[in-house]
T-cell receptor, first 114, second 115 residues
Framework: AQSVTQPDIHITVSEGASLELRCNYSYGATPYLFWYVQSPGQGLQLLLKYFSGDTLVQGIKGFEAEFKRSQSSFNLRKPSVHWSDAAEYFCAVVWMDSSYKLIFGSGTRLLVRP | DAGVIQSPRHEVTEMGQEVTLRCKPISGHNSLFWYRQTMMRGLELLIYFNNNVPIDDSGMPEDRFSAKMPNASFSTLKIQPSEPRDSAVYFC?????????????FGPGTRLTVT
């Protein structure tokens, strides 16, 4: 079955610290991978995406993510977190054999300590 | 460019009433999606349109829910009659035409409260 797992429900980091949010997927077909961010009361904003090529992708707001096929992972990273990064982050996957269906993880809520 | 536009942003209604949510996709996008977000179930795809035609409505909870896309620039999601368990945030998203990238752009959502 197609599934996306974000194992951390909440993560708290201090401002200026580095961040890594985990995402794993299961299913054999080739994935298209996305990270979205949702601020309170807002819609989902696309941070970055991976389709092919370089497995390290850069996104907006200083975020990056690395696709590791052997680990079925697509972890999101940021070297130095800002207070404005506090939000909920969703990993999402479209598999090539179901070309439209975006499967979301359950989300990770990021809290930033001043 | 304007993003995906949804209206209303907030809707409070009483159980049994009809609710209509509206969406205007990004111009030129030929795919449109309706999602529902709740604490219990997260983000769920309700229905997917391609070129104004419903392709997959398997996520529509029950017959009380219906969606239409009369033209490329407008879609509605209707709930009749509404029930308290329909309370959620409903998102509309659109996807560019023929890019092969599958990225979806989301609207700000409609927060529905059914009392």
């Amino acid at each position: 079955a197609q599934s996306v797992t974000q194992p951390d429900i909440h993560i708290t980091v201090s401002e200026g610290a580095s961040l890594e949010l985990r995402c794993n997927y299961s299913y054999g077909a080739t994935p298209y991978l996305f990270w979205y961010v949702q601020s309170p009361g807002q819609g989902l904003q696309l941070l970055l995406k991976y389709f092919s090529g370089d497995t390290l992708v850069q996104g907006i707001k200083g975020f990056e993510a690395e696709f590791k096929r052997s680990q079925s992972s697509f972890n999101l990273r940021k070297p130095s977190v800002h207070w404005s990064d506090a939000a909920e982050y969703f990993c999402a996957v479209v598999w090539m054999d179901s070309s439209y269906k975006l499967i979301f993880g359950s989300g990770t809520r990021l809290l930033v300590r001043p | 460019d304007a993003g995906v536009i949804q209206s209303p942003r907030h809707e409070v209604t009483e159980m049994g009433q009809e609710v209509t949510l509206r969406c205007k996709p990004i111009s030129g996008h030929n795919s449109l999606f309706w999602y529902r977000q709740t604490m219990m179930r997260g983000l769920e795809l309700l229905i997917y349109f391609n070129n104004n035609v419903p392709i997959d409505d398997s996520g529509m909870p029950e017959d009380r829910f219906s969606a239409k896309m009369p033209n490329a620039s407008f879609s509605t999601l209707k709930i009749q009659p509404s029930e308290p368990r329909d309370s959620a945030v409903y998102f509309c998203a659109s996807r560019p035409t023929g890019t092969g990238s599958n990225e979806q752009y989301f609207g700000p959502g409609t927060r529905l409260t059914v009392t």
